[in-house]
């Protein structure tokens, strides 16, 4: 899969025009880790969204009733994207996001992309509305987590 491909497949660049995908990519990191690799520690500041170009990781997080104790939240593939929550609140990151096996990512700066989105408001209110269906998607899968839990 080519960067496009991947880009457009984690819902970001859905309702895009090809000059605004292009101007996206422009921004894109790419990085590899070795498996094992923490790519965001829990408490970071950093307002940076990832995409998974490939491997795979864990998002985990610090069970706050047991201390010392952690817990796989979820792993994540190929085309999902992590860091939206921080992208957008601007709070420090609440987990950690560690890699499973070799993995690459696309990191999208916070600074660029804000003012790729202040330039183009089309973009930024399309790229916006992208990253709003998928926390949204996240809360929903959570939520329905939860009550099979309680059942």
């Known amino acids: 899969m080519d960067m496009r491909e991947i880009m457009q497949s984690t819902g970001l660049c859905k309702g895009l025009d090809d000059n605004h995908i292009d101007a996206l990519i422009k921004l894109l990191k790419v990085i590899e880790y070795p498996p094992n690799a923490i790519i965001i520690p829990e408490d970071n500041h950093s307002r940076d969204l990832y995409v998974i170009a490939s491997?795979?990781?864990?998002?985990?997080?610090?069970?706050?009733?047991?201390?010392?104790?952690?817990?796989?939240?979820?792993?994540?593939?190929?085309?999902?994207?992590?860091?939206?929550?921080?992208?957008?609140?601007?709070?420090?990151?609440?987990?950690?996001?560690?890699?499973?096996?070799?993995?690459?990512?696309?990191?999208?700066?916070?600074?660029?992309?804000?003012?790729?989105?202040?330039?183009?408001?089309?973009?930024?209110y399309i790229f916006m509305s992208n990253i709003a269906n998928l926390l949204a998607s996240k809360i929903r899968n959570t939520t329905l987590a939860l009550r099979n839990l309680m059942l």
């Open 55 to 124: 491997g795979k990781v864990s998002v985990i997080a610090n069970v706050p009733f047991e201390e010392g104790q952690v817990e796989i939240a979820e792993s994540l593939r190929v085309g999902q994207v992590f860091g939206d929550v921080a992208f957008v609140d601007g709070y420090p990151r609440s987990a950690t996001v560690k890699t499973q096996i070799k993995t690459t990512v696309f990191q999208i700066t916070y600074e660029p992309l804000v003012e790729l989105m202040n330039r183009e408001a089309q973009f930024g």
